[in-house]
């Protein structure tokens, strides 16, 4: 079994499809700068060179004349077309260039000439980005580095004051909301303990996880916010869609806190999380087909036929987390 077999074959020359229609590509919905970030993650994890680079590719070709990125790519006519807006939706282009300077920093390449000036003007960008899930994947990023880089004080210093901001006795989060994505947060503070040994990292970390896993289970079994309304402090959680990037950022999450810790209920909770995706769920079904690939999401009728980028690239991270932690062989 080759677990990148679905990227394969949702990947181009240009770089690997935004979304997919039911277990193919959708070529006319383009590309976005986060998926080929993500996947340049994972695909690194898994030594492929080829893979490697044509996502390293994607972000090279994606420079603007300002030093920063375009967020979208799409074929027209044999003649591609860079964009910062998506086609009748609402982006977040600080988040893609969050997980890019993360791609960027977490990598070995031989292309370090080109990466050095993208991460630079990213860098410059991020000293004044608001979004808990943007700083937080430049943070994944920024700790890479040998030193403490004084943006990375900075985002740290910013991901501290939401929770002291928003903290309650019955609330122990960043925002007065639980949306996607959540677990990227407290993932990248376990890190900065892990990496610098911040002390205030690690009890919000600790805090914010703990919460999480509260909020997000049913009876003891995983269940991600779904986005068909989310999660506001004093309302009532939505149960659908569940979305894998959130089940596999837990996972991912549980890994860094449970090497911080050594706190078996973090790997527990872990196995549980990754187990999400082959039917400990609320629907009691597997996410993942005989090809291990990824559906969408998980609804009120089973679950979203369709296999996109986001969804098989986020299954993989988690894939490997589950493998570093010796959950599965």
């Known amino acids: 079994m080759d677990p990148l077999k679905k990227l394969r074959s949702m990947t181009s020359d240009i770089g690997i499809y935004q979304?997919?229609?039911?277990?193919?590509?959708a070529p006319?919905?383009?590309?976005?700068?986060?998926d080929q970030a993500r996947a340049l993650i994972v695909v690194d994890g898994f030594g492929d060179k080829?893979?490697?680079?044509?996502?390293?590719?994607?972000?090279?070709?994606?420079?603007?004349?300002?030093?920063?990125?375009?967020?979208?790519?799409?074929?027209?006519?044999?003649?591609?077309?860079?964009?910062?807006?998506?086609?009748?939706?609402?982006?977040?282009?600080?988040?893609?260039?969050?997980?890019?300077?993360?791609?960027?920093?977490?990598?070995?390449s031989n292309k370090g000439s080109f990466i050095k000036k993208i991460v630079e003007n990213l860098i410059k960008d991020a000293s004044g980005w608001v979004s808990p899930r943007a700083i937080s994947a430049a943070l994944l990023g920024l700790l890479n580095l040998p030193r403490s880089?004084?943006?990375?004080?900075?985002?740290?210093?910013?991901?501290?004051?939401l929770y002291f901001n928003t903290f309650s006795d019955d609330w122990a989060w960043f925002e007065k909301y639980l949306v996607y994505a959540n677990?990227?947060?407290?993932?990248?503070?376990?890190?900065a303990y892990l990496r610098r040994n911040c002390k205030t990292s690690l009890e919000i970390a600790d805090r914010t996880t703990r919460f999480l896993i509260e909020k997000c289970q049913e009876n003891n079994i995983p269940a991600p916010v779904g986005n068909k309304g989310w999660y506001s402090k004093g309302g009532k959680k939505?149960?659908?869609?569940?979305?894998?990037?959130?089940?596999?950022?837990?996972?991912?999450?549980?890994?860094?806190?449970?090497?911080?810790?050594?706190?078996k209920f973090f790997l527990d909770w872990a196995g549980k999380w990754y187990r999400w995706f082959s039917g400990n769920n609320i629907n009691n079904i597997s996410l993942i087909d005989e090809n291990f690939a990824c559906?969408?999401?998980?609804?009120?009728?089973?679950v979203n036929l369709n296999q996109g980028a986001e969804s098989n690239i986020c299954f993989l991270m988690a894939y490997l987390a589950a493998k570093r932690l010796g959950i599965i062989k």
């Open 19 to 25: 979304h997919g229609k039911l277990d193919k590509p």
């Open 28 to 34: 006319e919905c383009g590309y976005a700068l986060e």
């Open 50 to 108: 080829k893979l490697k680079d044509i996502y390293l590719n994607f972000i090279f070709k994606a420079q603007r004349e300002d030093g920063l990125l375009y967020h979208f790519f799409y074929e027209n006519s044999g003649k591609g077309l860079f964009e910062n807006e998506e086609h009748d939706s609402k982006c977040n282009i600080k988040e893609a260039y969050g997980l890019t300077l993360w791609s960027l920093l977490s990598i070995k």
């Open 149 to 161: 880089h004084n943006t990375e004080d900075k985002l740290k210093s910013n991901l501290h004051n």
């Open 183 to 191: 677990a990227i947060i407290p993932w990248a503070l376990w890190e």
């Open 238 to 263: 939505a149960l659908y869609d569940q979305q894998p990037i959130d089940a596999a950022y837990m996972v991912c999450c549980l890994e860094k806190a449970y090497r911080a810790t050594e706190d």
């Open 295 to 302: 559906y969408d999401a998980l609804n009120p009728e089973g």
